[in-house]
T-cell receptor, first 114, second 113 residues
Framework: DGGITQSPKYLFRKEGQNVTLSCEQNLNHDAMYWYRQDPGQGLRLIYYSQIVNDFQKGDIAEGYSVSREKKESFPLTVTSAQKNPTAFYLC?????????????FGPGTRLTVL | RKEVEQDPGPFNVPEGATVAFNCTYSNSASQSFFWYRQDCRKEPKLLMSVYSSGNEDGRFTAQLNRASQYISLLIRDSKLSDSATYLCVVNKAAGNQGGKLIFGQGTELSVKP
């Protein structure tokens, strides 16, 4: 089955710890994205990558880091510098190029900082 | 002004009703438009892409008015299973920024028996 997987589904972290969220896709999409969603709010873009070994900051990149060493994988690290990391984290991927490039989402990771 | 603004919800409707969601966007350079559906505590899922000529998929009809920078979604004959939050989504701009999507805050729909 083609799709996007995220792990873990739930993650608990102590304050001051870094944590890495996994995102893998087998859709052969060039572009991948990380979003954050807080209760009752829309999605906000953290980082995105349109090609391997390249990525750009989104609207709320502070306190986060990413890497894109493989086309299939786009892990997100939530660092201790992120002031309010408790949220629902969503990874997405899409084709690039002209036309409509719909984004498809993984099931998400719920991060709770204790 | 928000880049993508949707009707504030929630919408509470009886089964069988017709319901319409409205959305406006601020960037006239946007070229791709979508409606996503998000169930409680789940990921958003693509419902429909919205094309200039308008498009229909079963009970769902999407319309785009570029001049007014306005998008709509009409759901006919509402089902209980239509209960969800509906997200209006617009791409940020053309060119190499075109992949970036801007999500509205969503409009919650609750269909009651």
């Amino acid at each position: 089955d083609g799709g996007i997987t995220q792990s873990p589904k739930y993650l608990f972290r102590k304050e001051g710890q870094n944590v890495t969220l996994s995102c893998e896709q087998n859709l052969n999409h060039d572009a991948m994205y990380w979003y954050r969603q807080d209760p009752g709010q829309g999605l906000r873009l953290i980082y995105y990558s349109q090609i391997v070994n390249d990525f750009q900051k989104g609207d709320i990149a502070e306190g986060y880091s990413v890497s894109r060493e493989k086309k299939e994988s786009f892990p997100l690290t939530v660092t201790s510098a992120q002031k309010n990391p408790t949220a629902f984290y969503l990874c997405a991927s899409s084709r690039t190029g002209g036309g409509y490039n719909e984004q498809f989402f993984g099931p998400g990771t719920r991060l709770t900082v204790l | 002004r928000k880049e993508v603004e949707q009707d504030p919800g929630p919408f509470n409707v009886p089964e069988g009703a017709t319901v319409a969601f409205n959305c406006t966007y601020s960037n006239s350079a946007s070229q791709s438009f979508f409606w996503y559906r998000q169930d409680c505590r789940k990921e958003p899922k693509l419902l429909m892409s919205v094309y200039s000529s308008g498009n229909e998929d079963g009970r769902f009809t999407a319309q785009l008015n570029r001049a007014s920078q306005y998008i709509s979604l009409l759901i006919r004959d509402s089902k209980l299973s239509d209960s969800a939050t509906y997200l209006c989504v617009v791409n940020k701009a053309a060119g190499n920024q075109g992949g970036k999507l801007i999500f509205g805050q969503g409009t919650e729909l609750s269909v009651k028996p």
